[in-house]
T-cell receptor
């Protein structure tokens, strides 16, 4: 079975641009969460989606948005990119809303210049 | 502010020794606790979860939880150079469906 897949793996954007990151969860998993990991820090929660509804949001500005599709895949969108948005963006997949531990994808490395 | 604290290290141990990693958390109502291993440039990998007070063993790994003292620890027995990585402590501080709060991680270096 395929694990959590994220695309693209690397991305370079210019300040002020918009970016869309994509995630496909493990087959059968209905919950997707997004985390941002800045170098030297632990992952920080951005969003959780379950059954296409937002179930949690971290302390991130409105420039960050996300959605989940009927096939449970998800997109994270970031508008008006800042240099500080440079980070590893991680998608985590779980069966449901239980906190039994996520399975992370390999991440998207975003560099804003 | 709900927080998870870890000593950033680096923690250096010789091959074959026991590595002890510690984590404290701020929310007394926390229910679920996890240890993730992250190799440089890779994504976190779940290695242990623990939900009740006491010890939980899985191979060379033992997780220990003390809710009264609000700490969770990870012991790695017979440490190997391949265990060299950053270990992230994560805590679910709410009901099912809420986020995991991660510590900054402890870097472990095992020398051969």
């Amino acid at each position: 079975d395929a694990g959590v897949t994220q695309s693209p793996t690397h991305l370079i954007k210019t300040r002020g641009q918009h970016v869309t990151l994509r995630c496909s969860p493990i087959s059968g998993h209905k919950s997707v969460s997004w985390y941002q990991q800045v170098l030297g820090q632990g992952p920080q929660f951005i969003f959780q989606y379950y059954e296409k509804e937002e179930r949690g949001r971290g302390n991130f500005p409105d420039r960050f948005s996300a959605r989940q599709f009927p096939n449970y895949s998800s997109e994270l969108n970031v508008n008006a990119l800042l240099l500080g948005d440079s980070a590893l963006y991680l998608c985590a997949s779980s069966l449901g809303l239980e906190a039994y531990g996520y399975t992370f994808g390999s991440g998207t490395r975003l560099t804003v210049v | 502010q709900k927080e998870v604290e870890q000593n950033s290290g680096p923690l250096s141990v010789p091959e074959g020794a026991i590595a002890s990693l510690n984590c404290t958390y701020s929310d007394r109502g926390s229910q679920s606790f996890f240890w993730y291993r992250q190799y440089s440039g890779k994504s976190p990998e779940l290695i242990m979860s623990i939900y009740s007070n006491g010890d939980k063993e899985d191979g060379r790994f033992t997780a220990q939880l003390n809710k009264a003292s609000q700490y969770v620890s990870l012991l790695i027995r017979d440490s190997q150079p391949s265990d060299s990585a950053t270990y992230l402590c994560a805590v679910n501080m709410g009901q099912a469906g809420t986020a995991l709060i991660f510590g900054k991680g402890t870097t472990l270096s095992v020398s051969s």
